[in-house]
T-cell receptor, first 111, second 114 residues
Framework: QQQVKQSPQSLIVQKGGISIINCAYE??????FPWYQQFPGKGPALLIA?????SEKKEGRFTISFNKSAKQFSLHIMDSQPGDSATYFC??????????FGKGTHLIIQP | DAGVIQSPRHEVTEMGQEVTLRCKPI?????LFWYRQTMMRGLELLIY????????DSGMPEDRFSAKMPNASFSTLKIQPSEPRDSAVYFC????????????FGQGTRLTVV
């Protein structure tokens, strides 16, 4: 059973546009929601994270929006740049489960 | 700190051979995680340790897989015998916390079993 569902699987956005990646979860014990960024040949790196007691967190061009009632959260990348091209993973932590990942979104920013 | 260090970076082996992957966590981190990444299944947690003790190995696919953490600065993941379906990128990560908060990942070992 997939604990964290992520969409889309791949995404192409024009430079300067907004990239949006969505995730949904079922386990209400999850209490921490990080996003990881992975470049080819590298390990995933923590990008930004949110707790369910806030609805939005912004760090530079990256924003997480969180909807606790819908059990959904999303990553928005504003003014997307070619250097943002990477694979993005949403994840969740809480309860008996450790760090559980979505399947990833392959993002390509076209110049 | 040099971060999480994994070796080797690449491993090619023949089916049936034993493979050992190595990981050095970040100094001071007391939790260590082994993940496997494939296109089909994404990032799967195989096993994690807290204070060198295995806590949850329910993600280990078969008895062919085993992991050890003899001390706070070293862990191994062993596959014996290896099979072509074990081909994947294996990541080690470490964290201050057992639940994986602020986990840092190594660069991974790309394993190819032919």
């Amino acid at each position: 059973q997939q604990q964290v569902k992520q969409s889309p699987q791949s995404l192409i956005v024009q430079k300067g546009g907004i990239s949006i990646i969505n995730c949904a979860y079922e386990n209400t014990a999850f209490d921490y929601f990080p996003w990881y960024q992975q470049f080819p040949g590298k390990g995933p790196a923590l990008l930004i994270a949110i707790r369910p007691d806030v609805s939005e967190k912004k760090e530079g061009r990256f924003t997480i929006s969180f909807n606790k009632s819908a059990k959904q959260f999303s990553l928005h990348i504003m003014d997307s740049q070619p250097g943002d091209s990477a694979t993005y993973f949403c994840a969740a932590i809480g309860g008996a489960d450790g760090l559980t990942f979505g399947k990833g979104t392959h993002l390509i920013i076209q110049p | 700190d040099a971060g999480v260090i994994q070796s080797p970076r690449h491993e090619v082996t023949e089916m049936g051979q034993e493979v050992t992957l190595r990981c050095k966590p970040i100094s001071g981190h007391n939790s260590l995680f082994w993940y496997r990444q494939t296109m089909m299944r994404g990032l799967e947690l195989l096993i994690y340790f807290n204070n060198n003790v295995p806590i949850d190995d329910s993600g280990m696919p078969e008895d062919r897989f085993s992991a050890k953490m003899p001390n706070a600065s070293f862990s191994t993941l062993k596959i014996q015998p290896s099979e072509p379906r074990d081909s994947a990128v294996y990541f080690c990560a470490s964290s201050f916390r057992q639940d994986g908060h602020q986990a840092f990942f190594g660069q991974g070992t790309r394993l190819t079993v032919v």
